[in-house]
């Protein structure tokens, strides 16, 4: 029973990487898509801050794409992946 609990927690584990790297990505898409429509007027450092500024791809992505979907399948992705790591973490934890 023991070694179950290790490789469920193992594959869980995995499985939440996947989709963390699928998260990540789509995120870089929306980030293209904004770029490729409203590019930054910054220059340096702040063009570096607002391109990884999560909180705004979001606000203007909102704003310039109302009805994508592309929204919905990051929230979701991003809470697989956070369900999947923790709990195949938790898992590999009370297998040991």
């Known amino acids: 029973m023991l070694v179950f609990h290790v490789d469920l927690g193992l594959m869980l584990f995995i499985a939440g990487f996947i989709a963390l790297f ?3 990505w789509l995120i870089a898409s929306m980030r293209d898509q904004l770029l490729r429509v409203a590019p930054s007027e910054s220059t340096g450092l702040d063009k570096l801050l607002e391109a990884t500024d999560l909180v705004r791809i979001w606000g ?13 399948k990051v929230k979701l992705l991003g809470t697989t992946a956070a369900a999947l790591l923790s709990v ?3 898992l590999i934890c009370m297998g040991r």
């Open 22 to 24: 699928l998260f990540l």
């Open 60 to 72: 203007i992505h909102c704003q310039l794409f109302p009805s994508s979907s592309l929204r919905t």
């Open 88 to 90: 195949g973490f938790l």
